[in-house]
């Protein structure tokens, strides 16, 4: 999905989930919203496991530390 756009077939799918869930009235708006959302959440979770997945950049470049004389 890109930029909010939202194909027809997903606005159907995500009307027919919510639409069993809560006594609101759902427009198609609604649920391209509720799609978009959605979305960028599940996006930033899965930047935050990539980012905690690798070492920390001072581990990763940095290297030991040698003492002094």
């Not at 708006?29 to 599940?42: G, L, S």
């Amino acid at each position: 999905m890109k930029h909010g756009v939202v194909n027809p077939e997903q606005i159907d799918r995500t009307l027919e989930f919510w639409r069993k869930r809560t006594a609101r009235q759902l427009t198609n708006e609604d649920a391209r919203q509720i799609t978009v959302n959605m979305t960028q959440f599940f996006e930033i979770l899965a930047e935050w496991d990539e980012r905690d997945r690798k070492p920390p950049q001072s581990e990763a470049v940095a290297p030991p530390l040698k003492k002094r004389a």
